[in-house]
DNA sequence: CTGAGATCCTGTCTGC
DNA sequence: TGCAGACAGGATCTCA
C-alpha cells in the first residue's frame, strides 16, 4: 500500500509518541513477511521513545540502545486508539501499548514486518537502500549517472530501492506523466535534461502527495484515521481510458515487471 | 555483478 | 448466486 508519501503521513500522525514510554508491545501473530524476533518484546517493555523517523518506507522507532523498524508493505497500516477502548479489528497483528493509548498494526496481506536491531544503518534491509528523493544529492546528475549504468526501463528503475526509495508504483507513473517520459524508455537513453524532468517530477508529486496526507486508494488511512486526499490530483494512476488531462488521447495501462503501469502514449514520449 | 520472474498473503472485483 | 481468475500501494529470493 505505503509508498514514501503514506509512510510520511503514518510518521507524523504518530510522532506525538515521541517522549513517551512504550509500557510494552503484544504481538499477535509473528508470522509477518518475516518472523518477528523472539526476544522482541523483552527488550522493548517500558522504554522510552526518543525518536520516530521515516528512511525510506520503513518508519524507525527510536528507543535507548535498540530501535524499531516498521514496514507497512502492501496493505499495512497503524491505528490510534485509546487503550481502555479494547475492541479488535481482524487482522491486527502488533499492539505498542502507552499509559493511555496504544498504536495498533493491521495489516491484511502480512507483506509488512517489525525488526528490532542495534545500529539501524546496519541492518541487512536498510545498508543497501539507495537515495531519499526529496534529498538534496537526488539530482540531475545522480541520476543520470545512475540511468546510464543501468539496463532497466525507467518505470522499473525508479522503483528499485537500492537505487532510489519511496517511489512505488502509483509515484512512478505520477511522476513520469508530468515529466512526460514514456515509462518503457530504456533508463541508459535518457538525457541530462530528461533526468532533471524527472527528478523534479518526483520531488513535486512526492511534497504534494505529503502535503494531501497521502494517497487513500481503498484502504490507506493514517494512524489518525484521515485519508488521504492525493487521489484526487491523480493524472494517470488507476485511470486507463479515461482521458490525459494534457491531450485527452486516452490514458493507457500496461503491465511492466508484473505491475499495472499508467501513461499516455501521446505526451509521453 | 545485473535483471527477469516467482513468490509470500488475503480480499475484492469482474465476467461468465 | 457461484465460482474462477485477475488484480492490489512491496520487495526479496532464486536462477540465468
Known amino acids: ?6 509512510v510520511e503521513t503514518t510518521v507524523r500522525a504518530i510522532n506525538g509518541f515521541e517522549n ?22 523483552a527488550l522493548v517493555a517500558n522504554k522510552k521513545i526518543y525518536k520516530i523517523s521515516r528512511r525510506a518506507k520503513y518508519i524507525i522507532i527510536k528507543l535507548d ?13 497503524l491505528r490510534i486508539q485509546n487503550k481502555k477502548d479494547n475492541f479488535f479489528k481482524k487482522h491486527d497483528h502488533v499492539e505498542f501499548i502507552f499509559k493511555d493509548k496504544k498504536i495498533i498494526f493491521n495489516d491484511v496481506r502480512r507483506f509488512g514486518s517489525l525488526h528490532i536491531t542495534k545500529n539501524i ?14 534529498s538534496r544529492d537526488f539530482n540531475k546528475d545522480y541520476l543520470h549517472a ?21 517511489v512505488g508504483n502509483i509515484y512512478a507513473s505520477e511522476s513520469l ?10 533508463a541508459m537513453s535518457l538525457n541530462v535534461s530528461e533526468c532533471y524532468e524527472i527528478i523534479k517530477a518526483i520531488k513535486k508529486v512526492l511534497k504534494k502527495a505529503i502535503k494531501m496526507g497521502g494517497t487513500t486508494l481503498k484502504d490507506f488511512y493514517s494512524a489518525d ?12 494512476y488507476g485511470l486507463e481510458k479515461k482521458p490525459c488531462k494534457k491531450c485527452k488521447h486516452q490514458i493507457k495501462r500496461i503491465v511492466i515487471g508484473q505491475r499495472s503501469t499508467f501513461f499516455c502514449e501521446i505526451c509521453q514520449i
Not at 509500557?23 to 518475516?34: A, D, M, P, Q
Not at 535498540?66 to 496493505?75: A, E, F, V
Open 121 to 134: 544503518n546496519h541492518h541487512p534491509l536498510i545498508s543497501n537502500l539507495g537515495i531519499e528523493p526529496l
Open 177 to 186: 506523466f508530468l515529466a512526460s517520459v514514456n515509462p518503457l524508455r530504456p
Open 225 to 236: 484515521g484521515s485519508e488521504g486526499y492525493f487521489k484526487l490530483n491523480l493524472n494517470v
Open 146 to 166: 545512475i540511468c546510464a549504468n543501468s539496463k532497466l526501463n525507467i518505470k522499473k528503475l525508479l522503483m528499485d530501492q537500492k537505487k532510489i526509495v519511496g
Open 1 to 6: 500500500m505505503p509508498e514514501l508519501p503514506e
Open 20 to 41: 513517551s514510554t512504550l509500557e510494552k508491545i503484544v504481538i499477535h501473530n509473528r508470522n509477518l513477511r518475516w518472523k518477528v524476533d523472539k526476544e522482541l518484546e
Open 65 to 77: 540502545v535498540y530501535s524499531l523498524m516498521l514496514h507497512l508493505g502492501m496493505s499495512g497500516k
